[in-house]
């Protein structure tokens, strides 16, 4: 069983359209992690939810929304997307309260803007 | 500001020889810190973390690495490098919740 799995793994689309994407954990985890990883390899954390609640929210352009239905689900929802939003986006986990444990990694979904 | 550095972008080696990639960060309180890989094409794995005690940690795959509090630093070593373990590396330091900018390792057989 996958521990933290997020779908699709590829995404091709056009500029200006919307796109999701779905991560589940299986771990039992407190917190949910969204990170972006650009064209260099550079991981940035975007979104953070603990419980459902969002813990950390950094600097990202507000067509970027997550939603945590319930602990083990954090999606994240893309509006009018832009090239520049090409990249993988990883979802992560893990135990406890936020910015403490080891992150548990899903496979990356990367997300082509065309 | 506080920050995560990982000073060595791309390091070449040969196997069997030795390695050693920088980590700092600028942080004056608690820390947590990581070591993950991330092989090419796949997601980041943990290979070794420190909390707390010994300094000096070991983890997966014969990697190890030691935390120095007073040079806020947390180098990762390998005695000897195969070329399956070219990969990306990164550091992550908490609670800044952020990581370092990686370093490409390239074992040449």
């Known amino acids: 069983d996958t521990a933290v799995s997020q779908t699709p793994k590829y995404l091709v689309t056009q500029m200006g359209n919307d796109k999701s994407i779905k991560c589940e954990q299986n771990?039992?985890?407190?917190?949910m992690y969204w990170y972006k990883q650009d064209s260099k390899k550079f991981l940035k954390i975007m979104f953070s939810?603990?419980?459902?609640?969002?813990?950390i929210n950094e600097t990202v352009p507000n067509r970027f929304s997550p939603k945590s239905p319930d602990k083990a689900h954090l999606n994240l929802h893309i509006n009018s997307l832009e090239l520049g939003d090409s990249a993988v986006y990883f979802c992560?986990?893990?135990?406890?309260?936020?910015?403490?444990?080891?992150?548990?990694f899903g496979e990356g979904s990367r997300l082509t803007v065309l | 500001a506080q920050s995560v550095s990982q000073h060595n972008h791309h390091v070449i080696l040969s196997e069997a020889a030795s390695l050693e990639l920088g980590c700092n960060y600028s942080?004056?309180?608690?820390?947590?810190l990581f070591w993950y890989v991330q092989y090419p094409g796949q997601h980041l794995q943990l290979l070794l973390k420190?909390?707390?005690?010994?300094?000096l940690v070991k983890g997966i795959k014969g990697f190890e690495a030691e935390f120095i509090k007073s040079k806020f630093s947390f180098n990762l070593r390998k005695p000897s490098v195969q070329w399956s373990d070219t990969a990306e590396y990164f550091c992550?330091?908490?609670?800044?919740?952020?990581f370092g900018a990686g370093t490409r390792l390239t074992v040449k057989p």
């Open positions: 939810y603990n419980n459902k609640e969002l813990i």
């Open positions: 942080y004056g309180g608690t820390v947590n």
């Open positions: 420190y909390f707390s005690g010994d300094p």
């Open positions: 771990l039992g985890h407190d917190t």
């Open positions: 992560a986990s893990s135990q406890g309260t936020y910015n403490t444990g080891e992150l548990f």
């Open positions: 992550a330091v908490l609670p800044l919740m952020r």
